[in-house]
C-alpha cells in the first residue's frame, strides 16, 4: 500500500452476531484496502469467557472462522487485509485456525495476533479481565506484511489506528493524526449505526432505503482527516446528522481517551461532501492518559424472575395483592434473596379491544450469591399462588430454577503492566513499547453556550420533533447523546435542556449524578448518568440493560418548544 494515497478502511462487523454476509458485500462493492471487524463488546467478553470454560480451546469469535471461510480467497484476490477481534479471549487460537483454514483451502496468508491483554490470572474470581490495547501491536503485525491480523481485547477505534500508523508511517507522538483516526474508527465500529442504522430521524427517509444499509467505511488521509462513506449502489445514508449521531454513541465529554491518544470531540468538524459522504477535520489529540482501562468481568451471582399478567380492572390492587403474597413467601423462605426488586410496567388500556392490551405486567427480580435462595425460593411460592391471588392470574413463563449472572468492573493498570506483543506469521514476537509521553485526564473548561433563542410563541411537543439522541452503556454508566440539527434548535436546546430538566424528563435519573458536556462544533450535548445500570449490562439491572432506547425514551417526552422550530 503507498502512503501517498488515502487509506479506504471499511466495517464489516459492530458485533458479535452481526450480519454474517457484511464482509462478502464490503469485499466486492468497491475498493478497500483494509477491512475490520469489531466483535467485542462487554457482554461478548463474558460469553466468551463462559465458553472458554467448557472448553480451553475456544474464547474467540466463531462466527469470524465462517465469515473467513467463505471470503479468504476473495480477500487475496482483492489485496484487502483483514483486522478484526474477534480473538477475545484467545487470539492465538484463532489465528492458529485461521491458518488451518488457509491452509485448507489452498489460499496463501500470513497470519498474525496481538497478545497481552489478559490479565485474568491478576484477579482472582474473575471470568475475564483484560487491558484495552492500542493500534500498535496492530501496525507492528501489518508493517512486517501481515495479510490477517486477530487480536484480542483492543479499543474499538485501534482497528483503524493500528492500519493507519502502519499505512502514512505515523509515529506514537503523531497526536492529531491518530486522533483524527480514533474519531474515524469510533464512527466505523458499528458498523451500520453510521449508514442509517438505529437513527432517530429514520422516519424522514424512505423505508426502502433503510431496509438493508450498507457497511460504512473511511477515506483517511496522512493529515488526520477523512470522509465516511459507503460503497456505491448499497442501502441507507451517510450524512452529518448519522455520523454525528454515532459519534455520540457511548461517549463521555469532549475528551475521549484511549491507549494511543485522547482525542478531543470538541474539535470535530463535520460538513456534508456529497451525497452519502461526511468529511470529519479540525480533530486534536493529547498524549493518552497514564494507564490503561482493563475490563473485568465476574459472576456476580444467580438471578430469576417471574412477570405476572394483571389485566382489567384494579391493576394497582391485584399488584398489591401478589407482592403482598409474595414478599411473605420470600420472608418465611430459608434463605431470603440478598436482592429483591418490583416493576410494574403499565401496558393497559381502558376498555382495551384485546386482552393483551387490557394487560399489565408486573415484574419480579431476585439475586442471590446463593442459587438456592433464587430457585425453589420464587419458583415454589409463585405456583403455590395460582389459585389464590388475584382473579384471572397467571404468569408469562414459570420461573426456573435461576441463571447466574455477570457483573463489569472497570480497573486500571499503567502502560507498563502490560506484555503488549505483535506475533508475526513467522513466529517472531514483537514487544509494542508502552506510552512514554502521558497526560493526566481533566474535564475540560465548559465552553460557552450560544446567544439564547429570541422569545416568541411555543407549543407543547416531543423534543425528538427537533432533536435527535442516541444512547448506550458504560458499564453501570449510561449516556445519552443529544443534537439539534440546526443552529437555532441548537441555541434553543442548549439553554433549554439543563441537568435538572433532563431529570424532570427523565424521573428515573432522579437520586443519580448526572453530568452535562456541551459540544457546541457537533450542536450536541452529553448526558452521563452514573450507576443507571447497576453492575452492568449483564448484571440485567433494568428493563432496557444496556441503555438502548434511553434516547428515545427522552426524545419522546413533551415540552414547550419554540414554534420556529416546528
Known amino acids: 500500500m503507498s502512503a501517498a494515497r488515502p487509506l479506504r478502511i471499511g466495517n464489516a462487523s459492530g458485533f458479535y452476531g452481526d450480519r454474517f454476509d457484511a464482509l462478502r458485500e464490503m469485499l466486492t462493492g468497491g475498493p478497500l484496502d483494509v477491512v475490520t471487524g469489531d466483535y467485542l463488546a462487554e457482554l461478548t467478553m463474558l460469553i466468551l469467557g463462559r465458553d472458554r470454560l467448557k472448553d480451553p480451546r475456544r474464547g474467540y469469535a466463531k462466527t469470524f472462522l465462517g465469515q473467513l471461510e467463505e471470503c479468504l480467497g476473495l480477500a487475496h484476490e482483492r489485496g484487502v487485509r483483514v483486522v478484526a477481534n474477534a480473538g477475545g479471549l484467545n487470539p492465538a487460537g484463532l489465528a492458529e485456525a485461521v491458518r488451518e483454514l488457509a491452509d485448507r483451502l489452498g489460499v496463501p496468508a500470513r497470519v498474525a495476533h496481538v497478545e497481552g491483554d489478559d490479565l ?32 484480542g481485547r483492543v479499543t474499538d477505534a485501534a482497528l483503524v489506528t493500528g492500519p493507519a500508523a502502519a499505512h502514512f508511517g505515523w509515529g506514537p507522538h503523531d497526536y492529531d493524526r491518530l486522533a483524527g483516526a480514533v474519531v474515524a474508527g469510533h464512527v466505523l465500529e458499528c458498523g451500520t449505526q ?50 454525528t449521531e454515532q459519534l455520540l454513541y457511548e461517549t463521555q465529554g469532549a475528551r475521549y481517551a484511549g491507549p494511543d491518544v485522547t482525542a478531543r470531540l470538541d474539535s470535530v468538524r463535520l460538513t456534508q461532501d456529497g451525497p452519502d459522504r461526511v468529511r470529519i477535520e479540525g480533530v486534536r489529540g493529547e498524549a493518552p492518559p497514564p494507564t490503561l482501562k482493563v475490563g473485568r468481568n465476574r459472576l456476580g451471582g444467580f438471578r430469576n424472575e417471574v412477570v405476572f399478567v394483571l389485566t382489567g380492572l384494579d391493576i394497582e390492587r391485584k399488584a398489591d395483592l401478589v407482592r403482598a403474597q409474595m414478599e411473605a413467601a420470600l420472608d418465611a423462605a430459608k434463605s431470603r434473596p440478598a436482592d429483591v426488586r ?56 414459570p420461573p426456573g430454577t435461576g441463571a447466574p449472572y455477570g457483573v463489569f ?44 433563542s429570541p422569545p416568541g410563541p411555543t407549543r407543547r411537543a416531543p423534543l425528538g420533533l427537533v432533536a435527535g439522541a442516541r444512547s448506550g452503556d458504560k458499564g453501570g454508566n449510561a449516556n445519552v447523546g443529544v443534537w439539534a440539527r440546526r443552529d437555532d434548535g441548537w441555541r434553543w436546546l442548549a439553554h433549554t435542556l439543563t441537568v435538572d430538566r433532563f431529570r424532570g424528563l427523565l424521573p428515573e435519573t432522579a437520586g443519580l449524578t448526572v453530568v452535562r458536556h456541551l459540544l457546541p462544533n457537533l450542536r450536541a450535548l452529553n448526558f452521563v448518568v452514573e450507576g443507571i445500570l447497576g453492575e452492568g449490562v449483564a448484571a440485567q439491572h433494568r428493563f432496557d440493560p444496556q441503555a438502548k432506547a ?3 425514551w427522552l426524545r419522546s417526552r413533551h415540552l414547550d418548544i419554540p414554534e420556529a422550530l416546528l
Open 409 to 452: 468492573e472497570d480497573v486500571y493498570v499503567p502502560h507498563g503492566a502490560v506484555d503488549h506483543m505483535a506475533v508475526l506469521h513467522d513466529g517472531r514476537r514483537l514487544p509494542v513499547a508502552p506510552a512514554h509521553d502521558t497526560r493526566v485526564l481533566e474535564p475540560v473548561e465548559e465552553p460557552s453556550p450560544p446567544e439564547p
Open 194 to 243: 453510521a449508514t442509517g442504522g438505529n437513527y432517530a430521524f429514520f422516519a424522514d427517509h424512505d423505508p426502502a432505503r433503510l431496509r438493508h444499509p450498507g457497511f460504512p467505511l473511511a477515506e483517511l488521509h496522512e493529515d488526520g482527516t477523512s470522509v465516511i462513506t459507503k460503497h456505491d449502489g448499497t442501502g441507507g445514508l451517510v450524512d452529518v446528522g448519522t455520523v
Open 342 to 397: 418490583w416493576d410494574l410496567t403499565r401496558t393497559d388500556h381502558p376498555d382495551a379491544p384485546t386482552e393483551e392490551t387490557a394487560s399489565a405486567l408486573l415484574r419480579l427480580v431476585v439475586r442471590d450469591p446463593d442459587q438456592g435462595a433464587v430457585g425453589r425460593a420464587l419458583s415454589g411460592a409463585a405456583v403455590e399462588l395460582a389459585l389464590a391471588s388475584y382473579p384471572g392470574f397467571h404468569v408469562m413463563a
Open 550 to 552: 434511553l434516547g428515545e
Open 120 to 151: 485474568t490470572a491478576r484477579y482472582p474470581r474473575s471470568l475475564a479481565a483484560h487491558a484495552y490495547l492500542g493500534g500498535a501491536g496492530i501496525a507492528a503485525c501489518l508493517r512486517e506484511g501481515a495479510d490477517i491480523v486477530v487480536t
